[in-house]
């Protein structure tokens, strides 16, 4: 039970757009449609912002998509905001009937 | 509105045992399975255990298998976390998570409770 691979930093300028990879196996990403990203601030519980690889909760802004090619799975924020600076986490379901999270990505905004 | 809040949560010696609750609120408890999730200080988010709406089923991370046991009070509203043989390395904050219905997610989570683990 590894923990998927996440960069440990992305940052961008207000208004860019980022990218952040988690990479998995064809034991969790790869293997199911199960993929969620979560957002959290210092001290904070996580917030889930994306589920099923590329679907938002009803309250989360449509700048944040998700997508997933193999074993790697991406979380894209569009009009960067200085309220995106967090730290984000991918999680995935595995064939082991477990979970998996990502290393943890910290965002700068510039 | 849907909350869960953790208790239980303090300083133990290791190989002690500590008793995690999670009391529940807003939600029809009995069906939605529920997770436990750590996070070391300073470190990431992990994966600790999760169980089905009725109990009969449970699953864990390596990490924690044979020490920890994840458990349902449907009547409470409560899940809870025996952990037993307690190590240095499960200090962490410790979150209640509720599955998503028919997904492979969790959707709305607790505050946490934290634990240490130290001599």
């Known amino acids: 039970q590894s923990a998927l691979t996440q960069p440990a930093s992305v940052s961008g300028s207000p208004g860019q757009s980022i990218s952040i990879s988690c990479t998995g196996t064809?034991?969790?990403?790869?293997?199911?449609?199960?993929v969620s990203w979560f957002q959290q601030y210092p001290g904070k519980a996580p917030k889930l912002m994306i589920y099923?690889?590329?679907n938002r909760p009803s309250g989360v802004s449509n700048r944040f998509s998700g997508s997933k090619s193999g074993n790697t799975a991406s979380l894209t924020i569009s009009g960067l905001q200085a309220e995106d600076e967090a730290d984000y986490y991918c999680?995935?379901?595995?064939?082991?009937?477990?979970?998996?999270f990502g290393t943890g990505t910290k965002v700068t905004v510039l | 509105e849907v909350q869960l809040v953790e208790s239980g949560g303090g300083f133990v010696q290791p190989g002690g045992s500590l008793r995690l609750s999670c009391a529940t609120s807003?939600?029809?408890?009995?069906?939605?399975?529920m997770h436990w999730v750590r996070q070391a200080p300073g470190k990431g988010l992990v994966w600790v255990s999760r169980?089905?709406?009725?109990?009969?089923?449970?699953n864990y991370a390596d990490s924690v298998k044979g020490r920890f046991t994840i458990s349902r009070d449907n009547a409470k509203n409560t899940l809870f976390l025996q952990m037993n043989s307690l190590r240095a390395e499960d200090t962490a904050l410790y979150y209640c998570?509720?599955?998503?219905?028919?997904?492979?997610?969790?959707?709305?989570w607790g505050k946490g409770t934290t634990v240490t683990a130290s001599s």
């Open positions: 998570a509720r599955g998503a219905r028919d997904h492979y997610f969790t959707d709305v």
């Open positions: 807003g939600f029809t408890f009995s069906t939605y399975w």
């Open positions: 169980i089905n709406t009725d109990g009969s089923s449970t």
């Open positions: 064809s034991s969790d990403i790869g293997a199911i449609n199960s």
């Open positions: 099923d690889v590329n």
């Open positions: 999680n995935s379901y595995t064939t082991s009937r477990t979970y998996v």
